[in-house]
């Protein structure tokens, strides 16, 4: 069976990014001013999660079990700030790592655990965020051959999904996406965890 998502015919365009396990679908859709995050609540009326204030732009990357809901706001030239839509309504800008100028949340778990990408002056670099910090998960691995540069999913028991490169391979460094750099993909499991 194929349903509409609610909302989605009066858009010029949408796309769905995520879903939980109650069926309530993030992404996005344009209604002619701008683009802008979406939450589908399962059975529900569609939810415009909206922009950080003086932003343009907004897109919803993925949905918990509680709802809340993670992903960008973006000014008018851009520049994307991780941000957190939490189910009871408001928006939180989770900041970027230190000298980063970009973020963007691509995961939530459960728990509120939260895991994206930054810029920092020398690149991009994977983090997780919990209310104590935003943090390199770089910082949090043993000294490797590989630089972490996105985290894009965790699950309840914490653990990341994430993708990264060779820490030498200096192909695109200062580019976020690094379209040029072969791509590594890593499962990192919270100590002690089978």
Excluded: C
Aim: glycine share 14%.
């Amino acid at each position: 069976m194929v349903t509409a998502l609610p909302g989605a015919s009066r858009a010029r365009a949408s796309r769905a990014l995520g879903i939980n396990e109650r069926g309530d679908a993030v992404g996005s859709w344009d209604t002619g001013f701008g683009l802008h995050a979406i939450r589908w609540p399962s059975g529900g009326t569609e939810q415009d999660l909206g922009t950080l204030p003086g932003h343009t732009t907004s897109e919803a990357a993925a949905v918990n079990a509680r709802g809340d809901t993670v992903g960008y706001s973006a000014d008018a030239t851009g520049a994307r700030r991780a941000v957190l839509w939490p189910s009871g309504g408001g928006i939180f800008d989770l900041g970027t790592l230190p000298g980063g100028d970009f973020s963007q949340a691509l995961g939530i778990n459960a728990a509120g655990a939260i895991v994206g990408t930054s810029t920092i002056p020398f690149g991009s670099r994977a983090f997780i965020w919990t209310p104590a910090a935003l943090r390199d998960l770089n910082d949090l691995i043993a000294p490797s051959a590989f630089v972490l540069t996105q985290a894009v999913g965790i699950n309840a028991n914490g653990v990341i999904l994430a993708i990264g490169r060779d820490a030498d391979d200096t192909h695109s460094t200062a580019d976020h996406d690094a379209h040029e750099a072969p791509v590594r993909v890593f499962l990192l499991s919270p100590s002690g965890a089978p």
